[in-house]
C-alpha cells in the first residue's frame, strides 16, 4: 500500500474554509475510491472514481463535498465550507481494476487527517 | 444496507498466545477482506478471501470464510507486539460490487 500517496497526512482548516485532498494511485491503477473514517466508526465508502469519471457518489454527502479525477494529475477530493463535523481521517485507495472483477484488491494509502477548528 | 460486526472489539493478550477474530456480516458475503490499521497510519492489505470455506494464511495470520455462516475468522498464531493494531473487515456491498463495507474494527494489544 506504499505505492498510494496521499497528501496532506495533516490538515487543519478553520470552519468556513476549504480543504483539498490529493491522492495519487498506485502506478497502473485507473481505479480511485475515496473513504472517510470519523472517530469510533469504521469507514464509509464516500465515492468511485476512475480517469474523468464519478462511477458512484452515493456515499458523499449532496453538499459541500466534490470529487474528481482528471486525466492528468491525482484525485482531488474538495470539502468547501468545512464544519466541525467533517474532522475525520479520509482514505483513498487505488486498484488496477473495479472491485466488480474478483480478483483485485484495493490499496490503501496513508491517510489525510483534517482537523476543522 | 449491509452491516458487518466485529468481535470482540477490543483483546488485550499476552505475547505468545493465540486470539481469534469474528467478523459476522447481516447479508450474504461476496468475498471478504481483512486489513490492519495501526493508530494514526493507513490500512495495510491482509487477505482477501473469495469463496466459501476459503483458508488462507501468511505468516502467523490464518483467515476463514464461511459463507453460510456469512462470517470469517482471523487467527494468528503465537501473537507478538508487532501484531497489535486494528484489525478491519471489509465485504462487497453486493455481487461484483466495487464498494466495501466496513465493521468498526477490533483493536488488539499485545503485552511483551
Known amino acids: 500500500n506504499a505505492g498510494v500517496m496521499q497528501n496532506p497526512r495533516h490538515l487543519v482548516r478553520r470552519r468556513g474554509q476549504e480543504a483539498r485532498l490529493r491522492c495519487s494511485p498506485m502506478?497502473?491503477?485507473?481505479?480511485v475510491y475515496w473513504y472517510r473514517q470519523l472517530p469510533e466508526e469504521g469507514l464509509k465508502f464516500m465515492v468511485y472514481?476512475?480517469?474523468?469519471?464519478?462511477?458512484?457518489e452515493s456515499g458523499m454527502p449532496k453538499e459541500r463535498f466534490s470529487a474528481e479525477f482528471p486525466k492528468e494529475g491525482p484525485s482531488i477530493l474538495r470539502i468547501q465550507q468545512v464544519v466541525r463535523g467533517d474532522s475525520a481521517a479520509y482514505f483513498c485507495?487505488?486498484?488496477?481494476?473495479?472491485?466488480?472483477?474478483?480478483?483485485?484488491?484495493?490499496?490503501f494509502g496513508q491517510g489525510t487527517r483534517l482537523t476543522v477548528v | 444496507s449491509q452491516e458487518l460486526e466485529q468481535s470482540p472489539q477490543s483483546l488485550i493478550v499476552q505475547e505468545g498466545k493465540n486470539l481469534t477474530i469474528n467478523c459476522t456480516s447481516s447479508?450474504?458475503?461476496?468475498?471478504l477482506y481483512w486489513y490492519k490499521q495501526k493508530y494514526g497510519e493507513g490500512l495495510i492489505f491482509l487477505m482477501m478471501?473469495?469463496?466459501?470455506?476459503e483458508e488462507k494464511s501468511h505468516e502467523k495470520i490464518t483467515a476463514k470464510l464461511d459463507e453460510k455462516k456469512q462470517q470469517s475468522s482471523l487467527h494468528i498464531t503465537a501473537s507478538q507486539p508487532s501484531h497489535a493494531g486494528i484489525y478491519l473487515c471489509?465485504?462487497?456491498?453486493?455481487?461484483?460490487?466495487?464498494?466495501?463495507?466496513f465493521g468498526k474494527g477490533t483493536k488488539l494489544s499485545v503485552i511483551p
Open positions: 478471501l473469495q469463496k466459501g470455506g
Open positions: 502506478k497502473g491503477h485507473s481505479h
Open positions: 485507495a487505488s486498484s488496477p481494476l473495479g472491485h466488480r472483477d474478483r480478483d483485485t484488491e484495493a490499496f
Open positions: 471489509g465485504a462487497p456491498t453486493g455481487a461484483g460490487s466495487y464498494q466495501l463495507t
Open positions: 472514481l476512475q480517469k474523468e469519471n464519478i462511477i458512484d
Open positions: 447479508k450474504t458475503l461476496y468475498g
